[in-house]
């Protein structure tokens, strides 16, 4: 969604089905980026992935399964 003063909102969610080989339970995650465009080459934003689960496992077994975390980062990007 494009807001006021060059500021962008996007949000999504994403349904992930259980993996039952490798004993991965179903999850659904929710992103999100706030950005903003002070000149129309320059583009800042926060970006939140999994913001409503703190971590969960997406594949592997269960001796070497990783679980991706929450994360929160920004970006500044600038095109020519």
């Known amino acids: 969604m494009t807001l006021a003063h060059g500021l962008e909102v996007d949000a999504g969610v994403r349904y992930v089905?259980?993996?039952?080989?490798?004993?991965?339970p179903s999850y659904l995650a929710t992103d999100a980026r706030l950005g903003w465009r002070p000149v129309p080459s320059l583009e800042?934003?926060?970006?939140?992935?999994?913001?409503?689960?703190?971590?969960?496992?997406?594949?592997?077994?269960?001796?070497?399964?990783k679980e991706v975390e929450r994360s929160l980062y920004g970006r500044a990007t600038w095109t020519y």
């Open 17 to 24: 089905g259980e993996l039952p080989n490798q004993k991965i």
């Open 44 to 65: 800042i934003s926060a970006v939140g992935q999994n913001l409503f689960d703190s971590r969960h496992p997406e594949f592997g077994t269960p001796a070497s399964r």
